[in-house]
């Protein structure tokens, strides 16, 4: 499967434009893809590897990945974000009666900077404040975004080498 959705020029989304819709088996080629995309400066910088090494590594990766999220968030809703019947990314969040926990949020490159992500995560919050839930996510160190998160009110709470571990207290919610 070759990923190649591009946005129109001068896109402006509006919450009609995406779709989101359950994750199927028949997802997982696109989401192998978008594993592969997300990930791909990462193994370039690996000298001595082919691209078929690469590839085969990423993919292994985002097999590891999917059981990962699939074991440990089990009742979690998986979705793909969709523009015009197309797939653009992927959404996954775990809720609790205490917290809502996005897990995963990833757009193709191509997608970067449309405001995508921040339509998506402002309609969480309001989700999360609705029922006074903490939302809570990691995210990678050195990642842009966490320029985003922090602008919607997300603080660190804990640290490892690799993650941040941030949250954004319920907000009281406004109808």
Do not use: N
Request: neutral net charge; proline residues 5%.
């Amino acid at each position: 499967m070759s990923v190649s959705s591009t946005p129109p020029q001068s896109l402006r989304l509006y919450p009609s434009d995406l779709v989101l819709r359950a994750q199927t088996t028949a997802d997982l080629d696109f989401l192998q893809d978008l594993f592969v995309t997300r990930r791909w400066a990462e193994v370039s910088a690996v000298p001595g590897w082919s691209d078929a090494q690469r590839r085969a590594l990423l993919h292994s990766q985002a097999q590891l990945q999917r059981q990962h999220y699939e074991k440990h968030y089990p009742s979690a809703d998986f979705q793909i974000v969709e523009y015009a019947g197309a797939p653009i990314g992927r959404l996954c969040v775990d809720r609790s009666a205490r917290e809502l926990r996005v897990v995963d949020i990833a757009l193709l490159p191509a997608w970067h900077g449309q405001g995508i992500g921040s339509e998506l995560l402002q309609s969480l919050l309001s989700q999360a404040d609705a029922q006074r839930q903490v939302c809570s996510l990691s995210v990678e160190q050195g990642s842009r975004a966490r320029r985003l998160y922090e602008r919607l009110g997300f603080e660190p709470c804990g640290e490892t080498s690799i993650h941040t571990q941030m949250r954004r207290p319920a907000r009281a919610h406004q109808e």
